[in-house]
Each structure stands twice: as C-alpha cells, then as structure tokens.
C-alpha cells in the first residue's frame, strides 16, 4: 500500500547539482528511516544515503560523503537528497527506501518498500 515516487533526475555536468525527491504515500511515513540507494549498468546496487524519522542522524556512503546530503520534511512526506559536486561515476539508477522496523540502516534488505527509480546521467 505504501507507494514512493521518485522524481528530479535528468542529465548534468560533471561538476554540476541536482537535488532528488521522493514523495511517499501512507500516514506512517514519519516514522520511517528513509534511504537513497543507486544502480549502474552491471553493477550492484549500493546505499547512498539514509536518515532516520526525526532527521537527528543520518549516514553517507564514503564516496558520496561531503557532496551529498539527504533531508526529510515529515510533513510533506517527501525526503530528498541534494547532489553535489557530481561526477560521471555517479550515473546510475536511483531508488528512493523506506524502512519501518529500524533494524538497518545500509543494507537494500532492510528496507521494506521501494520507489520504481530515477534515471541521473552525469556528462563526462
């Protein structure tokens, strides 16, 4: 019943910004842990980013760390994730993850829903 729709990828730069949304559906949706993961051709997909219900901590893969950041507003249901600084290694696929039960934070199998993704293509 939970629905994520993930929305603000395109083509960029090297170099350039892009700021990713995701809207999620369900009255519940303050009280989940919230994560970006991404997915490039042949690759596995990998966690990005994740910050918990109340925005009091969040987590960073290493090589995003510093050029990424990942926000909520509990109120619009929305959790977005802010790029910076992009790079050609950053094309991928990216999914936007809610968990409900706060027993993971990095692992694609914690999270219980997910959005269809979004296409981010970063010129070289």
């Known amino acids: 019943q939970v629905q994520l729709v993930e929305s603000g990828g395109g083509l960029v730069q090297a170099g350039g910004s892009l700021r990713l949304s995701c809207a999620a559906s369900?009255?519940?949706?303050?009280?989940?842990?919230m994560g970006w993961f991404r997915q490039a051709p042949g690759k596995e997909r990998e966690f990005v980013a994740a910050i918990k219900w109340n925005s009091r901590f969040t987590y960073y893969a290493d090589l995003v760390k510093g050029r990424f950041t990942i926000s909520r507003d509990n109120a619009k249901n929305t959790v977005y994730l802010q790029m910076n600084s992009l790079k050609s290694e950053d094309t991928a696929v990216y999914y936007c993850?809610?968990?409900?039960?706060?027993?993971?934070?990095?692992?694609?199998?914690?999270?219980?829903?997910w959005g269809q993704g979004t296409q981010v293509t970063v010129s070289s």
């Open positions: 993850a809610a968990e409900v039960d706060d027993w993971g934070t990095r692992s694609s199998g914690d999270y219980d829903y």
């Open positions: 369900g009255r519940t949706f303050s009280s989940y842990t």
